[in-house]
C-alpha cells in the first residue's frame, strides 16, 4: 500500500524558516518524480516544486523559486522541503505528491502539514 | 495563481448529469499536455479521479468521465450522488512555468 506522511508543519515567524519531510512506503521510491503542492486556507491547490527520481531535474513555481529547496534522499524513502525566508503567503497546507508512471499526474497525495507564518 | 480557469460552482438534483469545464492556454492544455482531474472533500487530501484526460485508476466509478478539446477539458459526473459533493481541480502541465497549474476549482453541490 503506498504512504505518504508529511511532517515538520508548525508555527513560524515571518522571515523564519522551516523544513517539511515526508515519508514514503510501500513502492519504489527512486523510481518517482515528487512534487509538494500547497493550498492556502480557504483557497485552491498551488504547484510548489518538483523533483525527479535521482534529483537530476528541480524546478520550483516562481512564487517560491529562491527561497525554497527541495531534495530526496533515496536510501531512506524521504523527501524534503526547505523553505526560508518565510512571509504570510507562504501559510498553506503542504502536500507531498507522487507523480504518475506517465505524463504529468499525481496519483498518490500524503495527509498534508499545516504552516503557519505569524509574529 | 491557477493557469486553468473553472467555473466557482455547478449543481444538480441526485441523479442528475454535471459538467465542469477547465480552460487553459496554447502553452498547456492547448500544447497537447494531458488533464488530470482530483477531488477534495473539506478537510481531505486531494484524491486522484482521471488521469490522461479520460482515463480512471482503479476504484473510480464509471459515472466519473473526462474529455479534453483544444485548449479546454472537462470532467461530468452522471448519475449525481450525495458522495460527489466535494471541490473538484483540474490540472495539466504549463511549458512556459516548466511546472504543474492546477485549475481554480469547482465546488459541486448535490441539491
Known amino acids: 500500500e503506498v504512504q505518504l506522511v508529511e511532517s515538520g508543519g508548525g508555527l513560524v515567524k515571518p522571515g523564519g524558516s522551516l523544513r517539511l519531510s515526508c515519508a514514503a512506503s510501500?513502492?519504489?521510491?527512486?523510481?518517482?518524480?515528487f512534487n509538494w503542492v500547497r493550498q492556502a486556507p480557504g483557497k485552491g491547490l498551488e504547484w510548489v516544486s518538483s523533483?525527479?527520481?535521482?534529483?537530476?531535474?528541480?524546478y520550483y513555481a516562481d512564487s517560491v523559486k529562491g527561497r525554497f529547496t527541495v531534495s530526496r534522499d533515496n536510501a531512506n524513502n524521504s523527501l524534503y522541503l526547505l523553505m526560508t525566508s518565510l512571509g504570510a503567503e507562504d501559510t498553506a497546507i503542504y502536500y507531498c505528491?507522487?507523480?504518475?508512471?506517465?505524463?504529468?499526474?499525481?496519483?498518490?497525495w500524503g495527509q498534508g502539514t499545516l504552516v503557519t507564518v505569524s509574529s | 495563481q491557477s493557469v486553468l480557469t473553472q467555473p466557482p460552482s455547478v449543481s444538480g438534483a441526485p441523479g442528475q448529469r454535471v459538467t465542469i469545464s477547465c480552460t487553459g492556454s496554447?502553452?498547456?492544455?492547448?500544447?497537447?499536455?494531458?488533464v488530470a482531474w482530483y477531488q477534495q472533500v473539506p478537510g481531505a487530501a486531494p484524491r486522484f479521479l482521471i488521469y490522461?484526460?479520460?482515463n480512471r485508476p482503479s476504484g473510480v466509478p464509471e459515472r466519473l468521465s473526462g474529455s479534453k478539446s483544444g485548449t479546454s477539458a472537462s470532467l461530468a459526473i452522471t448519475g449525481l450522488q450525495a458522495e460527489d459533493e466535494a471541490d473538484y481541480y483540474c490540472?495539466?502541465?504549463?511549458?512556459?512555468?516548466?511546472?504543474?497549474?492546477f485549475g481554480t476549482g469547482t465546488k459541486v453541490t448535490v441539491l
Open positions: 505528491a507522487k507523480e504518475g508512471s506517465t505524463d504529468y499526474f499525481l496519483d498518490f
Open positions: 510501500g513502492f519504489a521510491f527512486s523510481s518517482f518524480t
Open positions: 523533483i525527479s527520481g535521482y534529483s537530476t531535474f528541480r
Open positions: 496554447s502553452s498547456n492544455i492547448g500544447a497537447g499536455y494531458d
Open positions: 490522461g484526460n479520460n
Open positions: 490540472q495539466s502541465f504549463d511549458s512556459t512555468l516548466s511546472g504543474y497549474v
